[in-house]
């Protein structure tokens, strides 16, 4: 790459140039780019950072990833003034000394450095100390070298987020409890283990890990975690995906008083049984207010789930979907009253109460697809006054026809809905009339053989998707109400383009921008897109009035012939 190669570019932010094997970068081969702020070179042939004519530009961003780069020499060319990312993944840095990291002094702090799947070596005792970063991923970077050898090199340093991860198919060492002590000289906010294995996990092992405000442990095979940690205080955010754990409790909670937030999903894949979800798991929790425990065979003995919820009392989202069944109480989330968000979904659900959501005033999103559970039953969405969003799909409706408009007077802010996969084959005249603030309805993937739009309070502005149901001839009636903001999806159906179909094709050639995926919305048989259909059909009506009128006038014609004929008769007998 010459000298002045990009010269006349001078608004040029951005600057890609991955998998170019550069062998030779000219010193002024970026002169000219003034406004440049990010380059982008991963998969080159640069070996050596020095090597890379930077030095006056006023760059945030810079990726040498993927490339052969052996030492961090050229660091102190670079012009960290804007600098916030600096990408040094997957080269062959395999040692960092202290006189490499000197660039980095006298920075903001607000720089994210990827060291991600380097084979580090060795790493100088504080070598990053008294340094401040944003970020530092060294996850991967752990096939030769213990964990501990780059946490005394950061011994010193203040970062907010700190990966010492891995990935699947690199290499896992066990970490040491001892192999932590270093952590106690360092400042960081964020952690990160996953996809590591412990070798002595203990109360010890949280010694030095009292800063934390979140600590993901994903995948380290974790089946239980120690009952008496007294440093974990400060704790937040707490991220167990993906381990072993065979009962909700094993997560000892109490040793997290401050936490806000705690996510167990995905522990299905990694236990061959349930995780039974006992009572009082969660007590001593009363500021959490986000738990997921979805995709984890979540398994509760007797009634769900109001004493194995208890003591969340602060909880805004709670995530169960895709776990086994479970018979619910009366009043399954009696304590938690503030939930926000509920899911559910793919959760065979028993219900011992007709309104089990009745304490929820403050729920705005309810997920129950797949619940089976009866969604017509007038008093299942009792209580849900500031109800948002809710979806109801692949819950099947054994009569087919849902018509009666008291199931949704109980959520008048309702403003999205789905009813898709329901077996629908009818709706009732005014079934939404009073969901005023709906603004878009999915019906799809049922039998409804008609487009029913009379059910809705208002097609001023709405979203409605009819798309894959066995819709054959619309009624222009239907589709005329449609504000200039509204849309339809009518695709997938088998919809006739014949004459009797004549007025909706016109509809919709003059109004092609209100029909969502117009290229699948095709005629049935011929697979032509209905919006290119041409027609020539005359009205029955108008034929009919013609022939009549055609037949007065020759009736009249032959009246009058008649007459004259009968009257010229008439003059001649008499003479």
Same mark, same amino acid.
């Given at each position: 790459?010459?000298?002045?190669?990009?010269?006349?570019?001078?608004?040029?932010?951005?600057?890609?140039?991955?998998?170019?094997?550069?062998?030779?970068?000219?010193?002024?081969?970026?002169?000219?780019?003034?406004?440049?702020?990010?380059?982008?070179?991963?998969?080159?042939?640069?070996?050596?950072?020095?090597?890379?004519?930077?030095?006056?530009?006023?760059?945030?961003?810079?990726?040498?990833?993927?490339?052969?780069?052996?030492?961090?020499?050229?660091?102190?060319?670079?012009?960290?003034?804007?600098?916030?990312?600096?990408?040094?993944?997957?080269?062959?840095?395999?040692?960092?000394?202290?006189?490499?990291?000197?660039?980095?002094?006298?920075?903001?702090?607000?720089?994210?450095?990827?060291?991600?799947?380097?084979?580090?070596?060795?790493?100088?005792?504080?070598?990053?100390?008294?340094?401040?970063?944003?970020?530092?991923?060294?996850?991967?970077?752990?096939?030769?070298?213990?964990?501990?050898?780059?946490?005394?090199?950061?011994?010193?340093?203040?970062?907010?987020?700190?990966?010492?991860?891995?990935?699947?198919?690199?290499?896992?060492?066990?970490?040491?409890?001892?192999?932590?002590?270093?952590?106690?000289?360092?400042?960081?906010?964020?952690?990160?283990?996953?996809?590591?294995?412990?070798?002595?996990?203990?109360?010890?092992?949280?010694?030095?890990?009292?800063?934390?405000?979140?600590?993901?442990?994903?995948?380290?095979?974790?089946?239980?975690?120690?009952?008496?940690?007294?440093?974990?205080?400060?704790?937040?955010?707490?991220?167990?995906?993906?381990?072993?754990?065979?009962?909700?409790?094993?997560?000892?909670?109490?040793?997290?008083?401050?936490?806000?937030?705690?996510?167990?999903?995905?522990?299905?894949?990694?236990?061959?049984?349930?995780?039974?979800?006992?009572?009082?798991?969660?007590?001593?929790?009363? $500021? *959490?207010?986000? +738990? #997921?425990? /979805? @995709?984890?065979? =979540?398994?509760?003995?007797?009634?769900?789930?109001? &004493?194995? %919820?208890?003591?969340?009392?602060?909880?805004?989202?709670?995530?169960?979907?895709?776990?086994?069944?479970?018979?619910?109480?009366?009043?399954?989330?009696?304590?938690?009253? $503030? *939930?926000?968000? +509920? #899911?559910? /979904? @793919?959760?065979? =659900?028993?219900?011992?109460?007709?309104?089990?959501? &009745?304490? %929820?005033?403050?729920?705005?999103?309810?997920?129950?697809?797949?619940?089976?559970?009866?969604?017509?039953?007038?008093?299942?969405?009792?209580?849900?006054?500031?109800?948002?969003? *809710?979806?109801?799909?692949?819950?099947?409706?054994?009569?087919?026809?849902?018509?009666?408009?008291?199931?949704?007077?109980?959520?008048?802010?309702?403003?999205?809905?789905?009813?898709?996969?329901?077996?629908?084959?009818?709706?009732?005249?005014?079934?939404?009339?009073?969901?005023?603030?709906?603004?878009?309805?999915?019906?799809?993937?049922?039998?409804?053989?008609?487009?029913?739009?009379?059910?809705?309070?208002?097609?001023?502005?709405?979203?409605?998707?009819?798309?894959?149901?066995?819709?054959?001839?619309?009624?222009?009636?239907?589709?005329?109400?449609?504000?200039?903001?509204?849309?339809?999806?009518?695709?997938?159906?088998?919809?006739?383009?014949?004459?009797?179909?004549?007025?909706?094709?016109?509809?919709?050639?003059?109004?092609?921008?209100?029909?969502?995926?117009?290229?699948?919305?095709?005629?049935?048989?011929?697979?032509?897109?209905?919006?290119?259909?041409?027609?020539?059909?005359?009205?029955?009506?108008?034929?009919?009035?013609?022939?009549?009128?055609?037949?007065?006038?020759?009736?009249?014609?032959?009246?009058?012939?008649?007459?004259?004929?009968?009257?010229?008769?008439?003059?001649?007998?008499?003479?």
């Amino acid at each position: 790459m010459y000298e002045d190669a990009l010269s006349t570019q001078h608004k040029l932010h951005t600057l890609i140039l991955t998998g170019n094997p550069l062998a030779f970068m000219s010193y002024d081969a970026f002169s000219g780019l003034d406004s440049l702020v990010r380059l982008i070179m991963p998969q080159t042939a640069v070996t050596d950072l020095e090597d890379i004519p930077i030095a006056e530009l006023q760059l945030d961003t810079l990726d040498v990833s993927s490339g052969s780069i052996h030492n961090l020499e050229g660091l102190a060319a670079l012009n960290f003034k804007k600098m916030t990312a600096l990408n040094l993944a997957r080269n062959n840095i395999a040692s960092l000394r202290a006189s490499d990291l000197q660039a980095f002094r006298g920075t903001s702090g607000d720089v994210e450095v990827s060291f991600q799947s380097n084979n580090i070596i060795s790493v100088e005792r504080g070598v990053f100390g008294a340094l401040r970063f944003r970020s530092l991923d060294f996850c991967g970077c752990f096939a030769r070298a213990d964990v501990s050898v780059v946490l005394k090199g950061l011994e010193g340093v203040a970062t907010e987020k700190l990966n010492l991860g891995t990935f699947n198919d690199a290499p896992h060492r066990h970490i040491k409890t001892e192999s932590l002590c270093s952590l106690c000289n360092t400042t960081v906010t964020h952690l990160s283990f996953e996809r590591q294995r412990w070798e002595d996990l203990s109360n010890a092992t949280f010694q030095c890990l009292g800063g934390l405000r979140a600590l993901d442990m994903t995948e380290m095979s974790i089946s239980h975690l120690p009952d008496n940690i007294t440093t974990m205080g400060k704790l937040a955010q707490l991220t167990l995906d993906r381990n072993k754990f065979g009962n909700v409790c094993d997560v000892n909670a109490h040793n997290f008083p401050s936490l806000t937030s705690l996510s167990m999903q995905g522990i299905a894949e990694f236990t061959k049984g349930h995780c039974i979800f006992n009572d009082d798991c969660f007590q001593g929790l009363s $500021q *959490l207010e986000y +738990l #997921d425990l /979805s @995709h984890s065979t =979540v398994h509760a003995d007797g009634l769900c789930c109001e &004493r194995q %919820l208890k003591g969340l009392g602060q909880l805004r989202l709670l995530n169960l979907s895709y776990n086994d069944a479970m018979r619910w109480g009366a009043l399954p989330f009696a304590a938690t009253p $503030q *939930l926000r968000h +509920l #899911d559910c /979904s @793919h959760l065979s =659900v028993t219900l011992n109460s007709s309104a089990p959501f &009745r304490n %929820l005033a403050l729920l705005q999103t309810l997920n129950l697809s797949r619940t089976s559970l009866s969604v017509t039953h007038p008093r299942l969405l009792e209580g849900l006054k500031s109800l948002v969003h *809710l979806d109801l799909r692949g819950n099947p409706i054994s009569e087919g026809v849902v018509s009666d408009p008291e199931i949704f007077k109980h959520v008048p802010d309702l403003e999205s809905l789905i009813l898709a996969e329901c077996n629908l084959t009818g709706i009732g005249g005014n079934l939404f009339h009073a969901l005023t603030k709906l603004t878009h309805a999915d019906l799809s993937a049922n039998h409804l053989a008609k487009l029913s739009t009379s059910a809705f309070f208002s097609l001023a502005s709405i979203r409605l998707n009819y798309a894959h149901n066995l819709i054959e001839l619309v009624d222009i009636s239907s589709v005329q109400g449609l504000g200039p903001s509204s849309l339809v999806d009518l695709s997938f159906n088998p919809l006739t383009c014949n004459c009797s179909n004549i007025k909706f094709i016109d509809w919709v050639k003059a109004n092609v921008d209100k029909l969502v995926h117009a290229d699948e919305t095709l005629c049935s048989g011929s697979h032509q897109k209905i919006s290119d259909v041409t027609l020539h059909c005359y009205s029955v009506a108008g034929a009919v009035a013609f022939g009549v009128t055609m037949l007065v006038v020759a009736l009249t014609i032959a009246a009058v012939s008649a007459f004259k004929k009968w009257k010229t008769y008439n003059r001649y007998t008499q003479l």
